[in-house]
């Protein structure tokens, strides 16, 4: 419910926690954002900080919302009543947000929107409330708010910068349900030292003698809350020696409800009229302030407005502008807690009523939900009804939980496991792992029907595939097609074309081809299409070094003609295998049009597996700063939708980034990621591959040959293996040289990339005789210049040639070729690699130095500034620039502010179309 701003009490031994929670404020009237996450158990500060907050926020505008029990399954309720107030602004939002956010809020009618553009929505509206003053957003009792509201909520917090607002949350441990809020600060409140309790007891209760005072203090252990509320208990008798048990424990339904605060308020509800009993129940059991709803349902059962004076008397409900709030959370947890079964079924079917009668049909199916008792077919179709407005709405939190609950109310058959199975696809949604297994192992006993154990499997397969684990996707997938097969064959080819890519990220060759063999037994249309995939795969998982390999643009062809309209989550599919079989080029094409794509439509949880592929084709085309800001940017969507499998890809880049330009730190940090998660055939070398980068640019080759060796130990890895030529030569292990040679070559005449045969002559000449090196390295330089891309592997080429050139004591020859190496590395910013070049060039007698001109001032914006400098420059407005990154307006302008300084510019104008240049900084990209 919303609470009024109300004047905070004083807040003993919190001098620590009211300094944070000013300087946030301070920051915020300053134009820095800022979220804080306050935890702690129950009574022991939270609201009085949240409120002491509220008080202080002078000239600030305050949005605040407190969490209910009886909402937390209601789609988007929290975020409906935090916002209410701010109807007129949300005209002001882009179409496509401004659209989302109205859907989620039943506004108004449309598709399901992604839940993340709502978030999105929610951070561009809080910047344009705050462009006319700094904001304070304040969440209580959050561990009740409904899971869609948190997730927008959260996703909003974690992407405020400087649009001058503050995000205070607060949320119970202990025995309330768990409250994840990943990403943002946290501050934990914990009991009053002896001081601070003695000081607050005294304040509270000067008058009680000191033996009573000090029995107190023992009791509430400093707890605030008890400190405040014993005092009472002790003058009104029922706590002469505290703890007791409330008075007659079983009297009008109250008993003992968990912590002794929770049990003085239950006493305190004991000792009122049975009627006033009766409308706290109610008010309880509604959770919302709607004063109006509560009172009609309360005279239902025989309370009347007078009774809710009485309760206001008692400092049981507070009533601010129309809007009714339980004086303290714990009161309406031990109200409800106390309550006897009979009598909870009797409020919420007396608010069922109510809410009929006003034509809310979702809180008054929950309400009716609440008072039934056993199967009811009636309400469990109701619900169901909501779970279909829940998805129309983009809310499949509050889908499955409709389901879950409708299923609850279904007598056991058919019905109830076709409710199960819909709930558990809901669930799956929202990737909540717990939640989904119990859901399945309550359902998969009981799922006759070959097609609903199928979906169920198809469930699990995708929690699997995106936890990271192949072998279990592969094996559910190829598990479950043969139900799907006769009732939908397109499904089954859409499984078995996932399996294909579980069993390449297993890298295990018969795994992909067990997919084919499935597929001709259960004579599925579109073999063709999975026959390419197939072969795609096979062809880097053969390590027999006699086979030749099929050319690779013939089954990518066949691939791509099978491909459907872009759809992004299957676009960046096929730039995964385009990056597989090394065209880089296309692989960026694709997953460019599809990052697009899902900006425009906000279907942000695609956008982790697109930015992977656009991270890993602009690092392999030398685009690296464009590759940072691609990975920095999937990494934090990836973590906040907890998607695994693309976090473990954009880690790669980020470590094979760190590792070339030198950045041990960055390494260190990217890498122990990757050792933190749990290892997998797709991961297995990455970390070997990296430090393998780092050594080589070092000039430490005798280690990187051993660590690239590791790192292209199994089928599927051939990239690294040009390093370990590189490394074996220089280390005096020709026969390790010649065999890593033999097997790039051989992927490059797959590849039929220009930019791979390039590389291969160079690891020929690399172990060719004196006489036939020149030429093979003149062929290769040949090849880099028509592949016209791949700065990296050029400049490396050319460095090879001119340490060859020098070696042969043809030093005015080696020159060029390390000039062209040395800038070229300097723009990328691969600092060891620059520092070998110049090192050969002063060996040769060169002493000029050698600089690349632009690289130094893009060098030192940061990711973010790149990616909103490259849409500046593209003549895109700060908040559509802002609807593309999943930022506010006013962040936008930050980094532009922060930037152009550093660009040597004074404002957008002088960004001309199409800067910064392809590959100058690395910025580049469709």
């Known amino acids: 419910m919303n609470r009024a701003p109300t004047t905070a009490p004083p807040l003993h031994g919190r001098a620590v926690e009211l300094a944070t929670v000013e300087r946030l404020l301070a920051a915020a009237r300053t134009g ?140 119970r441990t202990g025995l309330a349900p768990d409250f994840p809020a990943p990403g943002l600060p946290e501050l934990t409140l914990s009991r009053l030292d002896d001081a601070a309790a003695r000081a607050m007891l005294d304040a509270e209760a000067g008058d009680l003698p000191r033996r009573v005072r000090d029995q107190l203090l023992r009791e509430a252990a400093g707890n605030p809350l008890a400190l405040r509320e014993l005092p009472a208990a002790h003058r009104a008798g029922r706590a002469p020696v505290y703890p007791l048990a409330p008075p007659e424990a079983g009297r009008g339904g109250v008993a003992p409800t968990g912590s002794p605060v929770e049990r003085e308020f239950a006493a305190r509800i004991a000792a009122l009229p049975a009627a006033a009993r009766t409308a706290l129940l109610v008010a309880a059991a509604d959770g919302t302030c709607d004063t109006g709803v509560v009172l009609a349902a309360a005279e239902r059962l025989g309370a009347t407005p007078a009774d809710l004076e009485v309760l206001e008397r008692e400092r049981l409900l507070t009533f601010t502008s129309g809007c009714m709030g339980f004086h303290h959370p714990l009161i309406r947890t031990a109200v409800y807690g106390a309550a006897t079964l009979p009598a909870k079924r009797a409020a919420h079917a007396a608010l069922a009523e109510v809410l009929d009668e006003r034509r809310e049909h979702d809180r008054r199916n929950w309400h009716l939900a609440a008072s039934s008792f056993g199967p009811d077919e009636r309400v469990a179709t109701a619900l169901e009804e909501s779970a279909v407005r829940a998805r129309e709405r983009g809310s499949h939190e509050a889908v499955a939980a409709a389901y879950e609950r409708a299923a609850a109310l279904t007598a056991p058959g058919p019905e109830w496991v076709r409710r199960m199975v819909a709930g558990t696809e809901a669930a799956a949604e929202v990737g909540h792992r717990e939640w989904v297994g119990r859901l399945i192992g309550s359902t998969t006993p009981h799922a006759r029907d070959p097609a609903h154990r199928a979906r169920l499997a198809l469930v699990e397969a995708r929690l699997a595939d995106e936890a990271d684990e192949p072998e279990l996707t592969h094996r559910l997938l190829l598990d479950a097609v043969g139900p799907a097969a006769s009732a939908a064959p397109r499904l089954a080819n859409e499984m078995l ?112 597996r697109v930015l992977s592929a656009l991270a890993a084709s602009r690092w392999h085309l030398g685009h690296w700063n464009d590759a940072a800001a691609a990975a920095a940017d999937g990494l934090s969507i990836a973590r906040d939708i907890g998607q695994d499998r693309a976090v473990g890809g954009l880690v790669v880049v980020q470590a094979h980034l760190a590792a070339a330009t030198g950045d041990e730190v960055g390494l260190a940090a990217a890498l122990a990621e990757v050792d933190g998660r749990r290892p997998t055939a797709a991961s297995a070398g990455t970390a070997a591959s990296a430090r393998g980068l780092l050594d080589l640019g070092a000039g430490r080759f005798d280690v990187a040959a051993d660590r690239l060796a590791e790192a292209v130990a199994g089928p599927g890895r ?143 914006l940061t990711p973010q500034e790149l990616q909103v400098v490259r849409l500046a420059a593209a003549g895109l407005s700060n908040r559509d620039i802002g609807a593309q990154l999943f930022l506010s307006p006013r962040t936008v302008g930050y980094h532009l502010y922060k930037a152009f300084p550093k660009l040597g510019v004074a404002s957008r104008a002088q960004l001309p179309g199409g800067w910064p240049p392809l590959r100058s900084g690395g910025l580049a990209g469709p």
């Open 497 to 608: 074309l996932w399996a294909v890519e579980a069993g390449w990220s297993a890298r295990d060759r018969g795994m992909v081809e067990r997919v084919l063999a499935v597929a001709e037994d259960l004579d599925l249309p579109d073999r063709a299409h999975l026959r390419a995939h197939v072969a795609m795969a096979t062809a880097q998982l053969e390590d027999d070094p006699d086979v030749p390999l099929p050319p690779a643009r013939v089954a990518l062809a066949e691939v791509a003609g099978c491909q459907g309209p872009g759809a992004p989550r299957p676009t960046a599919s096929l730039a995964g295998w385009h990056l597989v079989t090394g065209d880089d080029a296309a692989a960026l094409a694709l997953a460019a049009a599809a990052e697009r794509e899902s900006r425009a439509t906000g279907a942000l949880g695609a956008l982790p």
């Open 718 to 860: 051939p990239r690294a293996l040009p390093g370990l030529v590189e490394a074996a030569v220089r280390a005096g292990r020709p026969e390790q040289a010649r065999a890593a040679a033999r097997r790039f070559t051989r992927w490059a005449e797959h590849t039929g990339q220009a930019w791979a045969r390039a590389v291969a002559l160079r690891c020929r000449a690399l172990v060719a005789p004196d006489d036939a090196a020149e030429a093979l390295f003149a062929e290769a330089v040949a090849l880099h210049r028509l592949d016209g891309a791949h700065l990296f592997a050029r400049a490396r080429t050319e460095l090879l040639l001119g340490e060859w050139l020098r070696r042969a004591r043809r030093r005015s020859e080696a020159r060029a070729p390390l000039r062209t190496a040395a800038d070229a590395f300097a723009e990328l910013g691969a600092r060891p690699w620059a520092e070998r070049a110049h090192a050969e060039l002063r060996a040769t007698g060169e002493t000029r130095a050698t600089t690349a001109p632009d690289c130094g001032a893009l060098a030192e």
């Open 32 to 171: 820095r954002s800022a979220a804080l996450v306050v935890r702690g158990e129950a009574g022991i500060g939270k609201s009085a900080l949240l409120a002491y907050a509220t008080a202080a926020a002078t000239g600030m505008r305050v949005l605040a919302q407190t969490g209910v029990e009886t909402e937390a399954e209601l789609p988007y309720a929290a975020l409906h009543a935090l916002l209410r107030s701010a109807g007129a602004e949300l005209d002001g939002l882009p179409d496509a947000q401004a659209d989302a956010l109205r859907v989620a809020l039943g506004l108004a009618a449309g598709p399901p929107p992604d839940r993340f553009l709502v978030g999105l929505a929610v951070l561009t509206l809080l910047a344009e409330l705050a462009a006319d003053r700094p904001v304070l957003c304040v969440l209580d009792d959050a561990h009740w708010i409904d899971r869609a509201s948190a997730q927008v909520l959260l996703f909003a917090a974690r992407r405020l910068g400087n649009e001058a607002v503050v995000v205070l949350v607060a949320a």
